[in-house]
């Protein structure tokens, strides 16, 4: 059983920056593979980053990549993602996701364990 907890939402401007955060909770977190999804109103939830156990591997959506960066770390349980160059079409709530198997990363139901969500607004 995972727990997850994403932070670091917020209000920022257009080519400004944010960091979320997404604390595990479990012995186990250093086992599964992580992945950032969002889902703006209306629309379906989709995929942004993964990153598998090791951090050794990553993988990006076509919209966010050379601008976001993911990346963990085992020892504090915790995965992130790094957003910078944001624009206006990145507003939407974000969620981390952990899986244990493998996969293709970019599928919500491939993944076990959801957090609640944070709220990233970008304004023009």
């Known amino acids: 059983q995972v727990q997850l907890v994403e932070s670091g939402g917020g209000l920022v401007q257009a080519g400004g920056s944010l960091r979320l955060s997404c604390a595990a909770s479990g012995r186990t977190f250093s086992s599964y593979n992580m992945g950032w999804f969002r889902q703006a109103p209306g629309k379906e939830r989709e995929f942004v980053t993964g990153?598998?156990?090791?951090?050794?591997?990553?993988y990006y959506a076509d919209s966010v990549k050379g601008r976001f960066t993911v990346s963990r770390d085992n020892a504090k349980n915790t995965v992130y993602l790094q957003m910078n160059s944001l624009k206006p079409e990145d507003t939407a709530v974000y969620y981390c996701?952990?899986?244990?198997?493998?996969?293709?990363?970019?599928?919500?139901?491939?993944?076990?364990?959801w957090g609640q969500g944070t709220q990233v607004t970008v304004s023009s």
């Open positions: 990153i598998n156990w090791t951090g050794g591997s990553t």
């Open positions: 996701a952990a899986r244990y198997y493998g996969g293709t990363y970019r599928q919500p139901y491939e993944y076990d364990y």
